[in-house]
């Protein structure tokens, strides 16, 4: 418990924007039911994904964004690689815009599947250079 008077830390909050009313089919994409605790723990045990789906969790600005949005210094292939594996693995539904592809969390089927390991990528502090 604080000390009388201290102040509370506040847990960060995720932005939940409504789904536009026309959306492009996803890419393929696991089942609910196929989502596998230890494929989602291990595509989520790279530093940069999981700060991709941290970013999308906190920080978006409208329902789902490009690579480019993200402004990670990698090379272009290198960013498609890391979505890929994290559209393979279930954490995010990608969708194709003309020449671009934009992301966001499947949250409410990791919610379904395994409660509380969105709030445990939320409560993640990356580490500092």
Do not use: N
């Not at 932005?15 to 393929?28: C, G, M, Q, T």
């Not at 934009?102 to 500092?128: E, M, N």
């Amino acid at each position: 418990m604080p000390p009388k008077g201290a102040a509370t830390p506040t847990a960060p909050v995720v932005r939940d924007l409504p789904e536009p009313p026309v959306l492009p089919e996803p890419l393929p994409e696991p089942a609910i039911d196929d989502l596998r605790l230890e494929t989602v723990l291990g595509v989520l045990s790279d530093p940069l994904r999981l700060t991709i789906v941290r970013k999308l969790l906190l920080e978006r600005e409208q329902f789902d964004h490009t690579c480019g949005w993200f402004g990670l210094d990698r090379p272009k292939s290198s960013l498609t690689h890391h979505f890929k594996a994290l559209r393979e693995a279930g954490v995010i539904r990608q969708r194709q815009y003309g020449l671009e592809r934009r992301s966001h969390v499947r949250r409410a089927d990791l919610d379904t599947r395994f409660p509380g390991l969105l709030d445990l990528v939320i409560a993640w502090t990356p580490a500092t250079r």
